[in-house]
């Protein structure tokens, strides 16, 4: 049999020609993000289509990823948590807990670097769907044994078949499927969006606090996260802010292997945080008081601290009380509560 990729799928041939077409569903691009950032990035092998992210949605909620199938994705990513975790360390199969708090999922098409974990160390969406069911603290799981369980499994070749052309089940499909799911989990109608776009109104006490937010001699935070000319609200870039003296974690620098790169973790996105909780890397800031706090006061010097971290001989920007309760009301107006409901995420 012969094959060539044809478009969205492939046509197949022995005495006669099988075509296979899966049906294009193009990422929904907001207005804001439209008028502002580039394009997203999908990949010229994995497309978005409607069977795909079917497949992918299904996937991601189902358990059969984990090696005694009681854990899917959505355990450590719940859409109620922006796909996030509530807990500082999530368990994996065997209730063994890791050691970073679990990243959310929402705008990851605009990752433009494609640099995905807190460290970098997967590159592409895909790659980042490829590790959790290996990890043995994780999934523990083998992709042998996956494709096997999928294989044998009564609705998956079937599945496969319309979103691929093929019924032959292997880890670099089951992660595509995934990616593409993942690439549709866009949040862009927080109360500030509807702000930038006409549609509400802020409070003083959040104008204001967007005000601290873009003000060098205050909260001094777009470099790192963006502003409403950004609205991913994150450079997705690596940067040591002062968490730490020393270092338990190496973050960047134990996968780049450069000490320059010690203790620099990806900036995440400032949207819903108010269902992301616990915040950092480790998940040590239980409230995002406590993170304010942080870059007022708490700052820790080092020799890898971003230059970004200007007041870090001061301990921080020393903000007012009111500053941080404003900037507080700024950061929560960057929430979207469709974005948690969406019925399109969930597992319905």
Known sequence: MSCIFIFMGWSCSN??????????SPLQIPQLFEDNILNPVIPVDNPQTVEGVALGKKLFFDPILSGDNTQACTDCHAPGNAFSDADRFSDGIDGIRGNRNSMPLFNLAWNYDEKFFW????????????????????????????????????????????????????????????AQFERTLISSNSKFDKYLLG?????????????????????????????????????????????????????LGAVTGDPADNGKFKSPSLR???????????GRFATLDEVINHYSEGLQNSSTIDPLMKKVAQGGVQLSAQDKADLKAFLLSLSDDEFISNPDFLNQ
């Open 199 to 251: 549609e509400a109104t802020l409070t003083p006490e959040e104008l204001n606090g967007f005000n601290v937010f873009m003000d060098e001699t205050k909260g001094d935070c777009f470099h790192c996260h963006g502003s409403d000319k950004n609205p991913l609200w994150t450079d997705n870039i690596f940067h040591n802010n002062g968490l730490d003296a020393t270092f338990t974690d190496l973050g």
């Open 119 to 178: 460290d970098g160390s997967s590159f592409s969406l895909e790659h980042q769907a490829f590790v959790p069911v290996s990890d043995p603290i994780e999934m523990k799981s083998s992709w042998t044994q996956l494709e096997t369980e999928l294989q044998q499994h009564p609705e998956y070749p079937n599945l496969f078949q319309q979103a691929f052309g093929t019924s032959k089940i292997d880890s670099t499909l089951v992660t595509k499927a995934i």
């Open 272 to 282: 819903n945080l108010a269902f992301t909780a616990p915040y950092m890397h480790d």
């Open 15 to 24: 005495e006669s020609v099988e075509t296979y077409v899966a049906t294009p």
